[in-house]
């Protein structure tokens, strides 16, 4: 079958190929036309220098955090009494944690008794003290006066009676003798007055006893003479070197047992003394301790209570209040200053070399929408992490992926501008980025 070449739809498919076709060639036609042009004006090669930098803002988010803060410690061990309000602006010598001081106050009462009680017994002893050295030198004069008479009477024993001796030992017969006549004289009237009935048996036998007593000294000191006049016998030597022997070896054996008697109450006199100092020290650490229950702020800032893990309540993180023990020196809270801030952000992995210390930044507080903060960067992470474990808790619960790098911001602030941690804070950086 022969095609009809007046079909209206094959007429039109020739007049669009035909239509193509000279668009294609009015195309081809200009550009040889912008080539010939720019063969003209010799417009010269495409640079491959490198590449130029624009400035582009980068803008980050972070919290406002206290770059400095002073450490409120706990100046006493025991139970919190009172701690000042979380987050409570507070002036420099305002008191803001006390601790009850009832433990120290009876260790206190304890130290005062041990020292009273230390201090008797040391006056006790002193005068055991004293009395032993009374007492042990009285019984060494009396020993020492004895050994003295034994050697004077072992030189006589061995020199001989003289004249002079002999006069002596008379003289003492005779006053013996004359005591004798004394007593028997009154034994007799005693016995006329026991026979008249005037005096009981009693009586008279003690002066009757008297009497014999008399009678015996006057026998001995006769019989003496006799001895002495016959001449020294090497037995009385003996004797009397042996005397002598025995009183100067008491008289050693009593100082020796006089110092030993004495350093053993010395020891204790040390030892009580120790045992005082001992207490006193107690006594001014516990006041000191007591001094310290009250504990004053040294700066102006706003109060921040740090928080512990409670393990009665299951490890939940609790801010420390009134009736949590603590130690002495344990920190439980910080006065933030208010006069240098921070704020910590996460720069991405592809702008962290857009960054760099020093370098100005542009804070806006969202507490302050029409006021600017000047900054700076303080420092600039050296590794990146995982977002997860740069981010604060909880912003992120699995590894993200993404890695991020730490950069600390700080600025001061100006006075009377009320800024606060915790305040959320955009940080603008005109980061220079290199294009193509």
């Known amino acids: 079958m022969t095609p009809d070449a007046s079909h209206p739809c094959r007429n039109t498919s020739h007049r669009n190929r035909l239509a193509a076709i000279l668009a294609t060639s009015a195309l081809a036609g200009l550009l040889l036309l ?247 020290y107690d006594l001014a650490r516990d006041s000191d301790d007591l001094a310290e229950t009250v504990t004053k702020a040294d700066t102006d800032g706003i109060f921040r209570v740090r928080t512990y893990s409670n393990w009665r309540v299951g490890g939940t993180s609790q801010p420390y209040s009134a009736g949590v023990h603590k130690g002495k020196f344990d920190t439980v809270a910080d006065i933030v200053r208010k006069s240098e801030f921070r704020v910590d952000l996460m720069i991405h992995e592809s702008d962290i070399h857009r960054v760099h210390v020093g370098s100005p930044v542009r804070l806006r507080i969202g507490a302050f929408p029409d006021r600017t903060f000047d900054a700076r960067i303080v420092t600039v992470g050296g590794i990146g992490r995982d977002r997860q474990d740069v981010a604060p808790n909880g912003f992120e619960d699995s590894p993200a992926g993404v890695t991020m790098f730490n950069v600390e911001v700080r600025f001061e602030n100006p006075d009377g501008v009320d800024v606060r941690p915790g305040m959320s804070a955009m940080a603008e950086f005109d980061a220079p980025q290199s294009t193509l």
């Not at 002193?126 to 020993?143: H, I, P």
């Not at 009693?202 to 001449?231: P, S, Y």
């Open 34 to 280: 912008g080539v010939s042009r720019c063969n003209d004006r010799h417009i010269p090669p495409l640079s491959v220098g490198p590449p130029a930098e624009v400035n582009q803002m980068l803008v980050e988010r972070g919290v406002v955090e206290a770059a400095d803060a002073a450490p409120v410690r706990m100046g006493a061990s025991g139970d919190i009494l009172e701690i000042y309000p979380n987050g409570t602006p507070v002036t420099s010598g305002t008191t803001v944690l006390r601790v009850d001081d009832i433990d120290i106050l009876t260790r206190i009462d304890d130290d005062e008794l041990n020292i009273q009680l230390e201090e008797i017994e040391d006056t006790v002893r002193n005068a055991r003290r004293d009395q032993t050295l009374v007492e042990q030198t009285n019984r060494l004069v009396v020993v020492a006066m004895r050994l003295k008479l034994a050697e004077r009477e072992d030189a006589a024993l061995r020199a001989g009676l003289g004249p002079d001796d002999l006069r002596l030992l008379e003289i003492e017969r005779r006053l013996v003798e004359l005591d004798w006549m004394d007593v028997q004289e009154e034994a007799e009237r005693q016995r006329r007055m026991h026979s008249r009935g005037f005096i009981a048996d009693a009586v008279l036998d003690r002066h009757i006893r008297r009497e014999t007593t008399a009678r015996a000294a006057l026998d001995e000191k006769t019989l003496q003479i006799q001895l002495r006049r016959q001449g020294t016998r090497e037995e009385d030597l003996l004797e009397s070197a042996r005397t002598i022997q025995r009183y100067a070896a008491e008289l050693e054996r009593g100082e020796s047992a006089l110092q030993r008697r004495l350093a053993r109450i010395d020891s204790d006199l040390e030892v009580g003394r120790l045992q005082l100092e001992l207490h006193r």
